[in-house]
């Protein structure tokens, strides 16, 4: 049996990663995404937790744009961090780029990230026409 895939990626002007993946792909009225804290050179931005989350989420911000969606699409956040202290400024960071209701997520601590240098990674889920 074959089945029929209407995965399309999204074009976005992130940089391109030299990884075998894409920024974001929609499917079947889903978006998938995993976002981390690069400038437009692919360097993972310097200033800290506060500094890396706003880069996150404006590289999101952006990724929604391209697939004409706003942040109020998002269904589904899932937050990554390297330190549990982060957590509080991720929420703070958060709280800008969101508004209720908001979105379903889980926040975990885990011991790395792909990046060494990288401190948080969010992987989002969002409602796309």
């Not at 990663?17 to 437009?40: H, M, R």
Request: net charge negative.
């Amino acid at each position: 049996m074959t089945t029929h895939s209407t995965k399309q990626a999204v074009k976005t002007s992130l940089y391109a990663s030299k990884s075998p993946l894409e920024w974001a792909v929609t499917n079947n009225g889903t978006l998938y995404t995993a976002q981390i804290p690069i400038d437009e050179n692919g360097e993972v931005v310097a200033g800290g937790i506060e500094a890396q989350t706003r880069q996150t989420l404006d590289n999101l911000k952006h990724t929604l744009e391209c697939a004409n969606v706003g942040m109020d699409s998002v269904l589904q956040v899932l937050i990554y961090v390297t330190d549990r202290e982060y957590l509080k400024t991720v929420n703070q960071v958060y709280a800008e780029y969101f508004t209720t209701p908001y979105p379903n997520r889980a926040a975990l601590v885990i011991s790395g990230l792909a990046r060494e240098e990288m401190l948080v990674e969010l992987v989002v889920y969002a409602a796309v026409p």
